[in-house]
């Protein structure tokens, strides 16, 4: 709350990155409280979004290039060390394996994979421009639902429980999240009639 308070929009971009990478920091602590503060005449929405995107597009992309240069052998060693589980990183994996770009924007609005999906897009070589577009277009979006939720449902007992603003803010964001879980299975069914069809 300080790094916001006193950061402005470079604190959200600074914040937003390492949510981006593999620092444990929920979006749900930083695009909502900012937007509550934009609420009050403090900042402005299109400043809370621009730089909730900014940010989650420099984390993404460090990632990127740190796993690209890397490895996974040092990732599948080390890892653990960073919060990334061999199965976090296999999941991730095949999730841009068998989605591309689309799995890519898709995981800029679901949980859990949002934080890794840099480093399978690295390790696999992806196109680094389509991870570029595709990140942004998926932040822009994840940072604006959570900016239009923000005022919604944050009070100012909740800057004294982190915890509480949390469940709160998930306890909304879950059925985005389930309906964008269901969006993509209905896209992986469309690409796998596609291809058993081509075949």
Not at 29 to 49: D, E, N, R
Not at 53 to 78: D, E, F, H
Not at 79 to 87: A, D, M, Q, R, T
Request: a positive charge; one cysteine or more.
């Amino acid at each position: 709350m300080s790094v916001l308070q006193t950061g402005g929009y470079p604190g959200i971009v600074l914040l937003m990155a390492m949510e981006s990478s593999v620092f444990p920091i929920p979006s749900e602590l930083v695009i909502p409280p900012a937007a509550y503060w934009a609420s009050q005449g403090k900042m402005s929405y299109f400043g809370v979004v621009a730089a909730g995107t900014l940010g989650c597009w420099i984390g993404s992309a460090l990632t990127y290039w740190v796993s690209n240069k890397v490895g996974r052998p040092v990732l599948i060693r080390y890892g653990k060390y960073v919060l990334i589980s061999p199965e976090k990183l296999e999941l991730a994996e095949e999730w841009v394996q068998d989605y591309g770009r689309e799995g890519v924007f898709f995981a800029r609005l679901l949980p859990v994979v949002r934080h890794l999906i840099g480093i399978p897009a690295g390790l696999t070589g992806m196109n680094f421009l389509t991870f570029s577009w595709t990140t942004v277009l998926g932040s822009a979006i994840w940072c604006s639902v959570l900016a239009w939720f923000g005022p919604q449902i944050i009070t100012p007992e909740m800057f004294q429980d982190a915890d509480s603003m949390v469940k709160a803010m998930k306890a909304r964001t879950h059925m985005v999240a389930l309906l964008v879980g269901l969006v993509a299975v209905l896209y992986g069914v469309m690409r796998y009639m596609t291809r058993k069809k081509a075949s």
